[in-house]
C-alpha cells in the first residue's frame, strides 16, 4: 500500500505525491522518479485497438511539440501487455501515418493502474477509465480528470489546462472560466478596507480584480 493509500484510504488526490512506479513501455523502463524536474501527463486508455483510444493517441502525438514547448513528457498506460502496444502503434503508423512519439506502460498485473485509482471498483472487467494525471515537476498530483470509455478526452484542454497551471504559480494568480495564454488573469485582491470601498475599473469589486499578468519578480542576488 502506498503512503497516499494509508493517509486517506484511497486512490491519490489533489496535491497528493503521486505514487511511484516502475514499469516497462514501449520505450524502455520508466519510473515516475525519472520524471522529477519535469511535468508529467500520465494518461490511461481502456485497450489498445479501440476507435477512441486510437483518435486520442493521434492527437496526443500530433501536439507532442506543444507538451514539450511546456516542459511536460507524455506517458501512457493500459493493462494491455507490451506486445499488444506494439503491435498497436505499428497498426496507426500503417493506417493514419502517424508514429506514437510517447511511451506506453504496458501494466497486465495492473500494479499502477490500482495505485492511481484508474480501475473502477464496480466496473464490469479491467478496462480502464480514461484517467489524466497532472504532476507537477516535484512529483505532486495537481490536476485529475476522468472520462468513460466512449468519450474521447480534449487534448486542447489538456494543454491549456497545464498552461494555466504553470501561469499561475510562476506569478501567484488565477485563471478565469476558459482561460487561454495572453488573456487577462484573476488578480490577488487588495486586503485593505480602503480597497474594499474605492471604484475599480470595469465595474469589478474588490475581491474579482482581473488584469495582464503582472511582472515577474525580481530574483534577489
Known amino acids: ?112 493502474a490500482q495505485a492511481y485509482g484508474m480501475i473502477a471498483p464496480h466496473a464490469p472487467d479491467a478496462s480502464l477509465v480514461r484517467a489524466a494525471f497532472v504532476i507537477d515537476h516535484a512529483g505532486i498530483i495537481r490536476a485529475i480528470s476522468w472520462y468513460p470509455m466512449t468519450t474521447g478526452r480534449n487534448v486542447e484542454e489538456l494543454l491549456r489546462l497545464l498552461a494555466a497551471l504553470q501561469t499561475a504559480d510562476a506569478y501567484q494568480v488565477s485563471t478565469p472560466e476558459g482561460w487561454r495564454p495572453g488573456d487577462d488573469v484573476i488578480l490577488p485582491p487588495s486586503l485593505t478596507v480602503e480597497a474594499a470601498y474605492s471604484e475599480h475599473e470595469h465595474g469589478a469589486d474588490w475581491y474579482f480584480r482581473t488584469g495582464p499578468l503582472p511582472k515577474p519578480r525580481a530574483k534577489a542576488r
Open 1 to 112: 500500500m502506498s503512503e497516499t493509500d494509508q493517509r486517506h484510504g484511497g486512490p491519490p488526490l489533489l496535491h497528493d505525491p503521486a505514487p511511484e512506479f516502475h514499469a516497462r513501455t514501449t520505450m524502455g523502463d520508466r519510473s515516475l522518479s525519472d520524471y522529477r524536474g519535469r511535468w508529467l501527463l500520465l494518461f490511461s486508455h481502456p485497450a489498445d485497438f479501440t476507435p477512441v483510444c486510437t483518435s486520442e493517441f493521434i492527437a496526443f502525438t500530433k501536439a507532442s511539440d506543444r507538451f514539450e514547448q511546456l516542459g511536460c513528457s507524455l506517458l501512457a498506460l493500459s493493462v494491455d501487455s507490451l506486445f499488444s502496444h506494439f503491435a498497436w502503434i505499428r497498426s496507426i503508423h500503417q493506417q493514419f501515418g502517424v508514429k506514437v512519439s510517447f511511451p506506453i506502460i504496458e501494466d497486465p498485473s495492473m500494479a499502477v
